[in-house]
């Protein structure tokens, strides 16, 4: 089984302050973890992803996340905040040896303030 | 290069009436899906095909059909459309199918149905 979970429905920052979108996740195996962002009015687009490795993992737009197995997290950060990073943000799930489709998040609107 | 295009963009439907939602990807992907997104809800998955010729059932399947006769085109068909599936409908495809591949989403159509 896989589910994951996005405890905040919004979170708001200051531009140039740090950020973080919180996602935990519960699977039977290892797992494949995923962030999308999507603009108003578009489709989601893939930021990043952790399969193994390293747990901090880069992405685009300056946006990391950090692997941890014990507290099942995979938490968005970005190290200064834009405007531009204004939108809503997935966490996606899913693991080895299970069903290969990816659970969604039900999604974090992120708020930059000029 | 288009990546996957969506048609129509919106569409208004009476209830009872017969709709199909194209979706067509062009980067020869194995793996399509089609989402829902609600408000509140996330993405909730409707239907997939891991390869042409072949479709499974997702999460809220009922009220949906899909075919996948090729690579590229993967629609989505309401039979009698009913209120409760006015929504935001995503076609995704991903190279293979496997858990640790991540996916690419259309522009989205969004549906209302009265």
């Known amino acids: 089984a896989q589910s994951v979970a996005q405890p905040e429905d919004q979170v708001n920052v200051a531009e140039g302050n740090p950020l973080t979108v919180k996602c935990t996740y519960s699977v039977s195996g290892n797992p494949y973890l995923f962030w999308y962002v999507q603009y108003p009015n578009r489709g989601l687009q893939f930021l990043l992803k952790?399969?193994?490795?390293?747990?901090l993992v880069k992405g685009s737009y300056g946006f990391e996340a950090e692997f941890n197995k014990s507290q099942t997290s995979f938490h968005l950060k970005k190290p200064s905040a834009l405007v531009s990073d204004s939108a809503l943000y997935f966490c996606a799930v899913s693991y080895s040896g299970g069903s290969y489709i990816p659970t969604f998040g039900r999604g974090t609107s992120l708020i930059v303030h000029p | 290069i288009a990546g996957i295009t969506q048609a129509p963009t919106s569409q208004i439907l009476a209830a009872g009436r017969r709709m199909t939602l194209r979706c067509t990807q062009d980067m020869r992907h194995n793996a399509m899906y089609w989402y829902r997104q609600d408000l509140g809800l996330g993405l909730r998955l409707i239907h997939y095909s891991n390869t042409a010729g072949t479709t499974g059932k997702g999460e809220v399947p009922d009220g949906y059909s899909v075919s996948r006769a090729n690579t590229d085109d993967f629609p989505l068909t309401l039979a009698s459309a009913v209120p409760s599936q006015t929504s935001v409908y995503f076609c995704?495809?991903?190279?293979?199918?496997?858990?640790?591949?991540?996916?690419?989403f259309g522009p989205g159509t969004r549906l209302t149905v009265l």
């Open positions: 952790y399969i193994t490795g390293d747990n």
């Open positions: 995704a495809s991903s190279v293979l199918a496997g858990g640790y591949n991540e996916q690419f």
